[in-house]
């Protein structure tokens, strides 16, 4: 199996599978000299870890992280970083009668007729579990930014699930991070549990939508062509498990805008350009600006239910399969700190990009400015 890595300045390359001893993921790139331990890293595993809520998979996974290179006296030396996270609480024996069958809506059966062999015990390297070592990857990162980009912030949160949407008018930042939902709205919680311990009694699983807020990004990062910084933080994003579709800035909607509404107004304020609004999500031409970048994507639902579901095995025998096992009513609520990793991976692979390019110089607009200037 090719493709298991991601970046070209800054890089990672995840391993393992869902039942195997361990898993985890070797870093690349990354500076020297940036503060790095154990301690930095786990609190991002924390977040997206497994049995922390009834709300989500009951598999019990410390996760707790090692590092096994490219540290010294708890700083980056510049050398590959190799991160190992122990599988724990596997239960191969739940997935006994899926062997031979291929569950619909999972990766079963499209890695069978291409590899011809699969492991079958959670899906192997298909499996969500692989996240945990992006996470990891994702905490390099954000160490690493706040060396280069101090003033940059990620934060993820949900925005729907199913049939529930936030209520905007009520959006607080400072209670992503209390509930079980990753939700910026504290009235909305109870609502949105009730609603999925409902789908979890019906024994079936519901959708979701994730969105993304980057500030404090430098404007310059990305290329005009092959390399635009929407381009890779859309496919970093549809890398995630799971999900189907990616939006920026205005996203689908601008298909229902006019010209005079979708393009951003641009006024000359104190600090160089100010945009008036921010239709395009902080990316113009596939080049940041320097406004807030918006991302969100839509998950589907977990593809793993106890509701039987009509399907084939592999000598082609038609039958009716449960899917057993510990498994997320909604797999989007994990899937917010993987976005947030997968989003510093992208940031920090441009931000180091642009340093290789341009070496830190910028235009400059306004009265008696010409050229460029570095910053």
Not at 20 to 28: C, F, I, N, Q, R
Not at 255 to 265: I, K, M, P, Q, V
Not at 278 to 284: D, S, T, V
Request: overall charge neutral; proline content about 6%; glycine content about 12%.
């Amino acid at each position: 199996m090719s493709f298991n890595s991601f970046g070209r300045v800054f890089t990672f390359t995840t391993w393992g599978e869902s039942h195997g001893p361990a898993l985890g993921v070797t870093v690349d790139g990354c500076p020297p000299g940036v503060p790095l331990d154990e301690a930095e890293i786990q609190p991002f595993l924390d977040r997206r870890r497994p049995g922390q809520s009834r709300m989500t998979t009951q598999r019990q996974e410390p996760d707790q992280v090692r590092i096994l290179s490219g540290v010294f006296e708890g700083r980056t030396t510049g050398t590959p970083i190799q991160l190992m996270i122990e599988n724990t609480d596997q239960r191969s024996r739940d997935y006994g009668d899926i062997a031979q069958a291929f569950r619909p809506g999972h990766a079963d059966i499209t890695y069978h007729l291409k590899y011809g062999i699969r492991d079958y015990r959670g899906g192997g390297r298909s499996s969500a579990r692989e996240t945990a070592a992006r996470v990891a990857a994702g905490a390099v990162a954000r160490a690493a930014l706040r060396e280069l980009a101090p003033t940059l912030s990620i934060t993820g949160y949900m925005v729907r699930m199913g049939d529930l949407a936030i209520d905007r008018s009520r959006f607080d930042v400072a209670e992503i991070l209390k509930n079980d939902f990753f939700l910026p709205d504290a009235a909305a919680v109870g609502e949105w549990t009730a609603y999925l311990s409902q789908i979890r009694k019906n024994q079936d699983s519901v959708g979701a939508a994730v969105e993304l807020l980057i500030r404090g990004c430098p404007p310059g990062l990305g290329a005009p062509v092959y390399a635009k910084l929407d381009t890779d933080l859309a496919a970093a994003m549809m890398s995630i498990n799971a999900v189907k579709g990616v939006e920026i800035g205005e996203g689908m909607e601008a298909a229902r805008l006019h010209g005079t509404e979708n393009a951003d107004e641009i006024r000359l304020g104190p600090k160089g350009p100010l945009f008036l609004s921010n239709h395009a999500g902080g990316i113009l031409g596939g080049i940041s600006t320097g406004q807030d970048i918006a991302v969100r994507f839509a998950v589907k639902p977990t593809s793993s239910i106890l509701t039987p579901r009509r399907t084939i095995n592999a000598a082609g025998q038609e039958m009716e399969l449960v899917t057993k096992g510990r498994h997320d009513p909604c797999v989007g609520i994990r899937a917010v700190p993987v976005a947030e990793a997968m989003a510093a991976c992208v940031i920090l692979d441009h931000l180091l990009l642009d340093r290789a390019q341009t070496g830190g110089r910028r235009g400059t607009i306004g009265p008696g400015t010409s050229g460029s200037q570095a910053v």
